[in-house]
């Protein structure tokens, strides 16, 4: 989760939007950077939800974070915008960019940082080189300037991270 963390790199007061929390992990590392920030995180496993709400009781009862149910696609989030969004090992990223960035795109604030981040465990394979590649342009058809591909494969880490900025209003 460190390595999510930096890729990402949170600022104290950004508004962040976390697709896919699973159990809350990085919510609880994030939530500790955020001084006045807030993180909204997304699962659509409602079990999932759950636990990581439970584990970041302290961060929700404080209205520093919200845990809601629901698939990426379909939730409504109304006006609010985010200065940064990230997505750890979701596939829907990886194998539909396509589909998945035009919604992203719509919820980031001007000069949002985006994050998506296949990591795993020494030695696991990572999403083939044309996944990435895929997800690149679909950023960049939705807006986003500058994407980088960040891989990383050491004693920690096996994996790649995709990294832009959304340069259109």
């Known amino acids: 989760m460190h390595w999510t963390l930096a890729v990402l790199d949170p600022k104290p ?5 976390e697709i896919g929390c699973g159990h809350g992990a990085a919510a609880t590392l994030l939530c500790e950077q955020l001084e006045s920030g807030s993180l909204v995180a997304l699962d659509r496993s409602a079990k999932m939800v759950a636990a990581a709400s439970k584990r970041n009781a302290g961060w929700v009862e404080a209205g520093r974070a919200a845990f809601i149910e629901g698939s990426f ?4 989030l109304g006006s609010q915008r985010f200065d940064r969004a990230f997505a750890v090992n979701l596939a829907l990223f990886w194998k539909r960019p396509g589909r998945a960035v035009p919604v992203l795109a719509r919820l980031l604030a001007p000069g949002a940082v985006a994050c998506f981040l296949w990591q ?9 080189a ?34 832009a900025s959304m340069s259109r209003p």
């Open 13 to 17: 007061a950004d508004r962040v939007l």
């Open 73 to 76: 696609e379909d939730v409504d």
């Open 120 to 128: 795993g465990p020494p030695g696991s394979p990572p999403p083939a």
């Open 130 to 163: 044309d996944s990435a590649q895929a997800l690149v342009a679909a950023l960049e058809a939705a807006g986003f300037a500058a994407p980088e591909i960040l891989p990383r494969h050491d004693a920690e880490v096996s994996g790649i991270a995709v990294r």
